[in-house]
């Protein structure tokens, strides 16, 4: 696969992430992964740091959907929706035959049900895409945080 068909194939993941995220089908998230995949939301002074302390932490799918069903039956919090802005996705090693690295920027921004928005979130992902199946598939997604913290729960994955 050239790289300009891998830069396709990773940004129609994205968009498929955020568009699952931002349409509250979190259901449908964990099958965005493969079935060992590793994901973490992380603020990046940790991450620059090498210090593995993040907000979030799954390494399956597994842990994936048992995150989607706590948020569904376990977890109250302020009903909210989210809407995520991806931009400058790069591939930055595609030197494997089977999967590539790719970073991009985002952006969230967060509406409560009362109509404020705020941007709530802003980074870059961290992503190893496989892209041997028929649809690419998240092996590993850092969510890197530009801020330290969340003002609040972080509830919703970004």
């Known amino acids: 696969m050239d790289d300009r068909e891998a830069l396709y194939q990773v940004e129609r993941l994205l968009a498929a992430y955020a568009r699952c995220l931002d349409q509250d089908r ?3 998230w964990p099958s965005l992964f493969t079935a060992t995949c590793f994901y973490q ?4 002074t ?13 390494d399956s799918q597994g842990m994936l959907r048992d995150r ?17 802005l991806i931009s400058s996705t790069i591939i930055v090693d595609a030197s494997r035959p089977s999967a590539v690295q790719a ?7 967060r509406s409560m049900q009362a109509g404020a928005s705020e941007v709530f979130a802003v980074g870059r992902y961290l992503d190893v895409v496989d892209l041997t199946a028929p649809k690419a598939a998240f092996r590993e997604k850092r969510v890197v945080l530009d801020n330290d913290q969340i003002d609040t729960l972080l509830a919703i994955p970004l």
């Open 41 to 44: 939301v992380i603020p990046a």
């Open 103 to 109: 970073e991009s920027n985002f952006l969230v921004v």
């Open 68 to 84: 989607v069903v706590a948020l569904r039956q376990a977890n109250i919090y302020e009903p909210q929706r989210h809407r995520h």
């Open 26 to 28: 979190l259901e449908d």
């Open 46 to 58: 940790n991450y620059e740091r090498g210090l593995p302390m993040g907000l979030i932490y799954a």
